[in-house]
């Protein structure tokens, strides 16, 4: 028998990611978030981290490694771009509602400052998948509905922008640092013969 695992939802997981120094990074959000006009929840402002000069290792390791990654699924682009990349600071208690990252191709996340507090929820994207769900003797990548991250520290995770996600509430008394991006594909994308085409 056959078992053709059909249709694939493409996750990576990257532990031990970033090996430069995370100092100055941690030092360009910690001054924003020291300045903060608000509390819950907070975000950087702009999602301009990947064009300032603390983030330029670590914007150079994105973009390597999301080229692997549309390599290792056999798409051919002509380039990629970040289009945003921003900070999140999750305190005791708070948490990210579910969402996706639309206009982009790939999104990530990454740990900079976690002790596994925080995970990142992913829940099965199939419209049908849930018609009939059986128990399950062990849950497994293959029949999960959802499936948890931890947020775990120097940890990336890169998905499908398309793919809804949450974060669950922060159970630690420490706040948990993460950084976040939206990868774009560039030039011609898809086929003009099969008239599903576009030149972005
Ligand atoms: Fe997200």
């Not at 249709?7 to 001054?31: A, R």
């Not at 300032?52 to 549309?70: A, M």
């Not at 509905?145 to 509430?169: D, E, G, M």
Request: hydrophobic share 35%; glycine share 4%; no cysteine.
């Amino acid at each position: 028998m056959a078992h053709h695992k059909i249709f694939s939802t493409n996750l990576f997981v990257l532990n031990d990611f970033y090996k430069g120094d995370t100092e100055p990074m941690k030092k360009y959000i910690s001054d924003l978030w020291t300045n903060r006009e608000y509390d819950n929840n907070w975000q950087t402002k702009s999602a301009n981290l990947h064009k300032q000069k603390e983030f330029k290792g670590f914007t150079d390791l994105v973009i390597t490694t999301s080229k692997k990654i549309i390599k290792k699924l056999n798409y051919e682009v002509e380039d990629i771009t970040i289009t945003d990349m921003w900070a999140n600071v999750l305190r005791e208690g708070e948490n990210h509602q579910a969402h996706t990252h639309s206009n982009n191709f790939l999104s990530g996340t990454y740990y900079l400052h976690s002790d596994k507090g925080a995970g990142i929820t992913f829940q099965d994207p199939r419209p049908a998948a849930d018609v009939i769900v059986p128990r399950k003797k062990l849950i497994t990548l293959d029949n999960a509905s959802l499936l948890i991250y931890a947020s775990q520290q120097n940890r990336a995770i890169i998905f499908p922008s398309w793919l809804p996600h949450w974060v669950q509430q922060n159970k630690s008394k420490n706040k948990r640092i993460s950084i976040a991006w939206n990868i774009q594909i560039k030039g011609q994308i898809g086929e003009h013969h099969e008239f599903q085409s576009a030149v972005i």
